[in-house]
């Protein structure tokens, strides 16, 4: 399978249309129903957790824990940056409106006078992050293993030791930005092992290094790392709050004191400070408690789930190599993807994307696996192609 396109893989999962497709079943029940809206949530063979909609937020919210903040301190908010300091191992954390500017403002603050960032040709930073990093930062990237998940330690040092030789003005090296899990490469990771080469040697040539960990969650649940082993081998890390938390926006970015007490100035600057952020922060934190757990259930689920599934004539589901939650979807030339669709959203309440013209595409796995037990999901599969 070739890496997915980051910007056109709302059209081409089909999630852009799901809403012309189905009425939610929470919706339906209206906000005062008493029972829980996760108990009533489909499952999704798409992205990478709950994106839920309005009435569903609300009643979840109510759950939560709520205290206001004012411009990002206190309340919701601080709880949140604590929870993250413990979970990183890191010593401070900041909420961030965006993964973007967390992105951009950890690496231009990491850089310093340097100008120079390494990244991966693949990454976020790279590919979808509008040039900021030139244009607002003054920071140049450079890209480095073209369409591969990652770039090894022995290219990093590489590309590193051949600048003097290729350009004349020695504008420096200010750090390196790593993906992980990297989207573009269809959710693939960055080897354990290739992360530790790096990080020793960015540490001995005092090079600054960046995780933009947006997905970390799916990384360490797939890899079996924690979070705060991936975060110890960085200096600073960014956590996304909305992909699998369920927040309408949001980041965290942690790391050491010196930077993160530079960001709430910086996040102002650019236009970032909002009054009241708790909204967000509530419900991360709410759904944050237990979400690890959660996951391992999820990728356990998943493989027998897949196993089972793969026995059943006409469908063929592949993990990966160095993968995480996507995972390949084949079925036989014979099966109507459409027919086969709507019968798992109309009588199962099961949302699966779109295929290509070779009946080829993606499966995503994400909690909300954990609604049905896999029986109900396989007899779902089995009926719905005849």
């Known amino acids: 399978m070739a890496p997915v396109n980051r910007r056109n893989f709302l059209k081409n999962s089909g999630l852009a249309t799901l809403p012309l497709l189905v009425t939610n079943p929470v919706l339906a029940m209206g906000t005062g129903h008493k029972q829980s809206p996760m108990a009533a949530q489909a499952i999704k063979f798409l992205g990478d957790g709950e994106m839920f909609e309005p009435a569903d937020y609300l009643n979840i919210l109510q759950q939560a824990t709520i205290a206001r903040d004012s411009y990002g301190a206190g309340g919701s908010v601080e709880a949140l940056e604590k929870k993250f300091v413990e979970i990183t191992g890191k010593e401070k954390a900041v909420f961030m409106p965006t993964g973007t ?90 080897p354990m092992e290739e992360l530790r080469k790096i990080s020793t040697y960015c540490r001995a040539n005092n090079i600054k290094l960046h995780l933009d960990g947006a997905r970390i969650y799916m990384a360490a649940a797939w890899s079996g790392v924690s979070v705060k082993e991936y975060a110890s081998l ?33 996040i102002k600057v650019h236009g970032g400070s909002m009054y009241g952020n708790w909204a967000n922060a509530a419900m991360a934190l709410h759904r944050l408690e237990g979400f690890e757990t959660r996951m391992k259930n999820t990728v356990q689920k998943a493989n027998e789930l897949f196993e089972a599934l793969n ?49 080829e595409g993606f499966i995503s796995v994400n909690e909300t696996l954990l609604y049905q037990d896999n029986n109900y999901i396989i007899n779902a599969f089995k009926k719905s192609m005849g």
């Open 311 to 359: 026995k059943i004539p006409g469908i063929a589901i592949k993990a990966l190599p160095g993968g995480t939650n996507i995972y390949t979807f084949a079925l036989s030339p014979k099966i109507e993807i459409t027919k086969l669709r709507d019968a798992l959203n109309t009588n199962y309440n099961i949302r699966i994307g779109r295929v290509n013209e070779k009946n």
């Open 234 to 266: 960085f200096d600073t890390i960014y956590i996304s709050l909305y992909k699998y938390f369920g927040a309408a926006g949001g980041a965290i970015l942690c790391g050491e004191k010196a930077v993160i007490d530079k960001m709430p100035h910086l």
């Open 101 to 190: 500017m967390a992105n951009q403002l950890a690496i231009a603050v990491l850089s310093g006078e340097n100008s120079k960032v390494f990244v991966q040709d693949t990454s976020h930073v790279y590919r979808d992050e509008a040039d900021a990093a030139q244009t607002v930062y003054q920071k140049r990237l450079m890209p480095l293993a073209k369409d591969e998940p990652f770039f090894t330690a022995q290219q990093l040092q590489a590309a590193v030791e051949a600048i003097p030789n290729e350009e004349v003005f020695k504008t420096g090296i200010g750090a390196v930005s790593i993906e992980n899990p990297v989207r573009r490469s269809n959710g693939r990771m960055v």
